[in-house]
């Protein structure tokens, strides 16, 4: 690989960091890990193919074009976070790939997958959900320029901007939980 594929590999592995919190190659890796997948399963369940999923987890291509394809990767983060807790077991896990799998996007989980004990959605599900349409409508540069333009006048808004279309998942549901009342 010469210096600028390599800039461009890194700049695209910057800016997944910035849209999806980390890189996708790590990201992939996990769910990879955490659900007992290959690649080649990985692509089929999220609706991308071979090519295209390691374009994206190598660094050659930074963004993932279709919406129903992002909820897919949230659907399965969530999934995976339940199999590490043990909440749900292996084979209800492939179970509910097969959902995620079918589904167009949206909320491709039953309610008793996206809620905690208490019927509510969880924290990290609705930041994500935050996320996921700021990140649909502009990239993280244009979010964060939209927020230098509003945060003389209005810095609420301005740091829910950032915070949630910039920013990690973590600091977004440290930032969701302070706001609640």
Not at 6 to 12: I, L, N
Not at 80 to 94: N, R, W
Not at 113 to 142: K, Y
Request: glycine content about 8%; hydrophobic content about 40%.
């Amino acid at each position: 690989m010469d210096a600028a594929q390599q800039e461009a590999t890194a700049r695209a592995r910057e800016l997944q960091r910035s849209w999806y919190g980390e890189p996708l190659g790590a990201l992939f890796r996990r769910l990879i890990d955490d659900l007992g997948l290959n690649q080649a399963r990985l692509a089929s369940v999220l609706g991308l193919s071979a090519p295209m999923l390691s374009q994206l987890m190598s660094g050659q291509r930074a963004k993932i074009g279709n919406p129903a394809v992002v909820q897919r990767v949230q659907a399965l983060q969530e999934l995976s976070s339940q199999v590490a807790d043990g909440t749900v077991s292996a084979a209800e896990a492939a179970e509910r790939m097969e959902e995620v799998k079918r589904s167009s996007g949206g909320s491709v989980l039953n309610s008793t997958q996206t809620t905690a004990s208490s019927g509510a959605p969880t924290v990290r599900r609705v930041v994500r959900e935050i996320q996921s349409l700021l990140r649909s409508v502009a990239g993280a540069g244009d979010i964060i320029d939209a927020a230098e333009t509003l945060a003389p006048t209005h810095p609420e808004l301005a740091e829910f901007l950032r915070v949630y279309g910039a920013g990690r998942t973590a600091e977004a549901v440290a930032h969701y939980e302070a706001h609640q009342s």
